[in-house]
């Protein structure tokens, strides 16, 4: 759930952290553009997904994570690939893309949907021999991709289609990666296509509007987020 540049990043109270050891629970945050998962982790101690767990509440946070759906928007762009199938990513491939009309992409989306096989991408947190392979890859290493791994989408909605631009509502299950689908889709319509936005929305019984931006990573809002 991206949000903000990196270098705005909030710093929280160092009297606000030590007392977060007493509480135990999940809640959600709005996490902003630039930062990772380690940088929110360092700021509030915790364990992040979308949602963070404390204390006892990262056993249930894992838990939760493993078997509940996603709900992600991401909106791509046709025309052009990259490297790390997102803005990320250094350009791989530029096609024509005047011939995909709406009904087309409403028809080749339909085909992604219910269980699929998907390859996740290479620079992805997925490790090979324990390290993860974006790091090998940045590290100029040749790293082959992890072979298609069974995956569902539960549903796929065409939001706007403003081509080269395309907005997406994705609802999927554990180990899905959206960048790939956006990969995949712009192959699947005779083009290319990367991401270039995606905010997660929801992650099983948490919203987006129930997640917790900045300026509330304090004490007393995570302490309430924790309690409802």
Same mark, same amino acid.
């Given at each position: 759930?991206?949000?903000?540049?990196?270098?705005?990043?909030?710093?929280?109270?160092?009297?606000?952290?030590?007392?977060?050891?007493?509480?135990?629970?999940?809640?959600?945050?709005?996490?902003?553009?630039?930062? /990772?998962?380690?940088?929110?982790?360092?700021?509030?101690?915790?364990?992040? #997904?979308?949602?963070?767990?404390? =204390?006892? =509440?990262?056993?249930?946070?894992?838990?939760?994570?493993? /078997?509940?759906?996603?709900?992600?928007?991401?909106?791509?762009?046709?025309?052009?690939? /990259?490297?790390?199938?997102? /803005?990320?990513?250094?350009?791989?491939?530029?096609?024509?893309?005047?011939?995909?009309?709406?009904? $087309?992409?409403?028809? $080749?989306?339909?085909?992604?949907? =219910?269980?699929?096989?998907?390859?996740?991408?290479?620079?992805?947190?997925?490790?090979?021999?324990?390290?993860?392979?974006?790091?090998?890859?940045?590290?100029?290493?040749?790293?082959?991709?992890?072979?298609?791994?069974?995956?569902?989408?539960?549903?796929?909605?065409?939001?706007?289609?403003?081509?080269?631009?395309?907005?997406?509502?994705?609802? #999927?299950?554990? =180990?899905?990666?959206?960048?790939?689908?956006?990969?995949?889709?712009?192959?699947?319509?005779?083009? #290319?296509?990367?991401?270039?936005?995606? #905010?997660?929305?929801?992650?099983?019984?948490?919203?987006?509007?129930?997640?917790?931006?900045?300026?509330?990573?304090?004490?007393?809002?995570?302490?309430?987020?924790?309690?409802?």
């Amino acid at each position: 759930m991206d949000m903000e540049h990196a270098e705005n990043r909030p710093e929280m109270p160092p009297s606000s952290i030590e007392p977060l050891s007493r509480l135990s629970g999940v809640f959600a945050v709005h996490k902003p553009v630039g930062w /990772t998962s380690a940088d929110v982790v360092r700021k509030i101690r915790g364990v992040l #997904c979308t949602v963070l767990g404390l =204390g006892k =509440g990262t056993k249930q946070l894992h838990d939760l994570l493993n /078997t509940t759906q996603k709900r992600y928007i991401a909106e791509g762009l046709l025309g052009k690939a /990259t490297d790390t199938s997102d /803005t990320g990513g250094e350009i791989t491939e530029e096609k024509p893309f005047d011939h995909v009309t709406e009904d $087309t992409f409403r028809q $080749t989306m339909d085909t992604f949907t =219910g269980e699929q096989m998907q390859v996740a991408p290479i620079y992805s947190a997925l490790k090979v021999g324990g390290e993860r392979m974006s790091d090998r890859v940045r590290r100029g290493e040749t790293v082959e991709p992890k072979p298609p791994r069974s995956v569902v989408v539960h549903s796929l909605e065409l939001l706007s289609f403003n081509p080269p631009h395309f907005q997406l509502g994705v609802t #999927c299950g554990a =180990g899905f990666y959206v960048r790939s689908l956006v990969h995949d889709l712009g192959h699947a319509v005779d083009s #290319c296509a990367h991401l270039t936005s995606l #905010c997660r929305v929801q992650q099983g019984i948490f919203t987006l509007e129930q997640a917790l931006p900045p300026e509330k990573w304090t004490l007393p809002d995570i302490e309430a987020a924790v309690n409802t």
